[in-house]
């Protein structure tokens, strides 16, 4: 209850621009003291900013659409999501996350078969249309389109039924000590929902992700098997991963 609140939450005072304390608690018919905790947790990923009396967003900090997000760097991405697409064999059982990435991956699955998406993605479901050698299992919720993803109170709870052989996920930030991390409560759920599930788990990133660290840590550097990425982060970070069993591909 308490995630899915703080969710609507954020999207209120996205969509207002700012909110009152008063103003919260009627909406969301909590008290003064829970708002102030919900507040913190919001204020914490630093895309708001406290204000007398409420809160409101920091426009400088505002995420770019998806579709913008999605086309900026695009030829690395594709290149990234193309070295993780060469992971997937046919009859393989796979996760795509959501993300400006790992959405890609869909348009290099052309020469597999009989192979089974899950998935919380809208832009991969999208991709997945037109593969009919692709099934694409979604994940029912509320689409949230600043990351054009499904998100619900028990959309984590539904992936406890299904067995994942490879995950391909998405980070906010890539750390030794934090491993994978995540800003936003939803997505953190389902993303941490979906590595208990998986056999095998592929952090795709761009450069720029390393030695970011965001609010929730989804998945320790140990639980990780493959970082796909383009560019080759610090030693330090790479001999870290060699020691917890995982491998760098840089592509």
């Known amino acids: 209850m308490r995630v899915e609140r703080i ?23 909590v008290s003064k003291n829970t708002i102030r905790r919900d507040l913190k947790e919001i204020l ?14 920091v426009r400088s900090r505002l995420p770019l659409p998806f579709v913008e997000r999605v086309n900026k760097n695009a030829e690395v991405k594709r290149r990234i999501a193309r070295a993780a697409a060469q992971k997937v064999k046919s009859g393989d059982i796979i996760y795509i996350d959501s993300g400006t990435t790992t959405c ?35 994940l029912a919720g509320m689409l949230n389109r600043k990351t054009f993803s499904f998100s619900c109170l028990h959309l ?16 906010d930030g890539l750390t030794a000590v934090n491993g994978a991390t995540q800003s936003t409560p939803a997505e953190f759920e389902v993303k941490h929902a979906v590595i208990a599930k998986s056999n095998e788990v592929f952090i795709l990133v761009e450069y720029e992700k390393f030695d970011q660290v965001s609010l929730f840590t989804y998945c320790d550097l140990d639980g990780i098997d493959f970082v ?8 330090d970070f790479t001999d870290a991963l060699t020691n917890s069993g995982g491998t760098l591909c840089v592509v």
Do not use: W
């Open 7 to 29: 969710e609507r939450m954020e999207r209120y005072i996205t969509t207002h621009k700012s909110a009152t304390m008063d103003e919260l608690c009627e909406i969301f018919q």
């Open 44 to 57: 914490a990923r630093g895309e708001f900013q406290k204000t007398y009396g409420g809160v409101r967003v």
């Open 104 to 138: 890609h991956i869909v348009d290099e699955l052309t020469d597999v078969e009989d192979v089974t998406i899950l998935t919380h993605s809208l832009e991969v479901i999208n991709r997945a249309v037109a593969n009919p050698k692709l099934t694409v299992v979604s």
């Open 156 to 171: 984590s709870q539904s992936l406890k039924d299904y067995n994942i052989g490879k995950a391909f996920m998405s980070a």
């Open 228 to 235: 796909i990425t383009d560019q080759a982060p610090a030693q």
